[in-house]
């Protein structure tokens, strides 16, 4: 994965498709964000895009996790990533189901905190990007 790539993921902020389930996801539990868009870093057809978004959502049906859908994005908005807040025991199995669906890396919230997590720990580390609520962008649809 590129440097540019990695500074970019680390502006990433956050839009909930749905503001009602803002009011219910608990900040203070456990969760990756986790897009299976554009497999490392590889700009995609909307239709292979749309395929790997569904068969993340049935790994996700099929293994019992609790999911919403999230968008990723840039601070400016000229750039949205639709993903899944995935809640998860432990950031491992995060890593291992991003891996499956070939992402560079993931997002992991614990106790309100953002880190950015790369699935190849060989080129980059583990990066604490602040409290996860501030990167929260309202929806203005």
Not at 20 to 28: G, P, W
Not at 29 to 52: H, K, M, T, V, Y
Not at 101 to 109: D, E, G, I
Request: charged fraction near 20%; charge should be negative; hydrophobic fraction near 35%.
């Amino acid at each position: 994965m590129s440097k540019d790539l990695w500074e970019i993921y680390q502006t990433t902020c956050f839009v909930f498709p749905d503001q009602s389930v803002l009011q219910t996801t608990d900040f203070h539990r456990d969760f990756a964000i986790i897009s299976a868009r554009n497999p490392e870093g590889s700009q995609q057809s909307d239709q292979l895009n749309q395929q790997a978004e569904q068969g993340m959502q049935q790994w996700l049906i099929r293994n019992g996790n609790e999911y919403c859908r999230i968008f990723g994005c840039s601070p400016t908005l000229d750039y949205v990533e639709p993903s899944f807040l995935v809640y998860m025991l432990d950031k491992e199995n995060a890593v291992e189901l991003a891996v499956l669906f070939r992402q560079n890396a993931l997002f992991w919230v614990s106790d309100d905190r953002l880190n950015l997590v790369p699935c190849d720990t060989l080129s980059n580390t583990e990066v604490d990007l602040g409290v996860f609520s501030k990167r929260l962008i309202q929806n203005r649809s």
